[in-house]
């Protein structure tokens, strides 16, 4: 069985400080996706990532930054310079891409961030 | 516009009386999904589809029927709704390649509340 963990529950910084999302996973596939997405006070969901267990190169957009390490099994996101609007609730997923679960999605228990001014 | 389409948004609803929520989609995406959020759990899907006919279960099926007939419908079923069934529903869409950053698009929720 898949599992993802977000280890840190909740997370208070300071606008402008960095911050670091955890994201450890476990899996038996050779094959998988990993995502990250975010959910604002609002509700709704933002897809933010995806990639490919194939593909360690870490990724940059804008303040926002993830660092793929399969050999510990992580997919940490980092926001730069964090501002108020960072404020959501983010979750990690995992996604068969072999086998009988194909296509089915894991998520992580998700981080609430709060930014303050 | 690029859109997943939910609904009802809202419904309040009692047990045994049977519901469907309806998604839609204009992306002619080949993946859909549904998940339910639920506090201090997190999002958990219920069903996935990887193309027309081709549904599987997801980590928390029971209770749920679903169907795809159609690319862009993937309506989610409640035959004898229960009250922890009471949930935010959301259901999402998506390309199936091997592009790394294809996005997933998401619904804007259904909140369902089973008296």
């Known amino acids: 069985a898949q599992k993802v963990t977000q280890a840190q529950t909740e997370i208070s910084v300071v606008e402008k400080e960095d911050v670091t999302l955890d994201c450890v996973y476990e899996?038996?596939?050779?094959?998988?996706?990993l995502f990250w997405y975010k959910q604002p006070p609002s509700g709704e969901l933002v897809f933010l990532i995806r990639?490919?267990?194939?593909?360690?190169q870490n990724e940059i957009s804008g303040r926002y930054s993830w660092n793929f390490q399969k050999s510990t099994s992580s997919f940490n996101f980092t926001i730069t310079a964090s501002q108020v609007v960072d404020s959501a609730v983010y979750f990690c997923?995992?996604?068969?891409?072999?086998?009988?679960?194909?296509?089915?999605?894991?998520f992580g228990q998700g981080t609430i961030l709060t930014v303050h001014p | 516009e690029a859109q997943v389409t939910q609904n009802p948004r809202y419904l309040i609803t009692v047990t045994g009386k049977k519901l469907t929520v309806t998604c839609s989609q204009n992306?002619?995406?080949?993946?859909m999904s549904w998940y339910r959020q639920d506090p201090g759990l997190g999002l958990r899907q219920i069903y996935y589809?990887?193309?027309?006919?081709?549904?599987d279960k997801g980590d928390v099926p029971e209770g749920y029927k679903v169907s795809r007939k159609e690319k862009r419908n993937f309506p989610l079923i409640l035959e004898s709704p229960s009250p922890n069934q009471t949930s935010l529903y959301f259901c999402?869409?998506?390309?199936?390649?091997?592009?790394?950053?294809?996005?997933?698009?998401f619904g804007d929720g259904t909140r369902l509340s089973i008296l």
């Open positions: 999402a869409s998506s390309l199936w390649s091997g592009d790394s950053n294809q996005p997933q698009h």
């Open positions: 899996t038996r596939d050779t094959t998988y996706y």
């Open positions: 990639r490919n267990s194939f593909d360690e």
């Open positions: 997923a995992l996604m068969h891409t072999g086998g009988t679960s194909y296509g089915k999605l894991t």
């Open positions: 992306m002619n995406h080949e993946y």
């Open positions: 589809s990887m193309n027309v006919e081709v549904t």
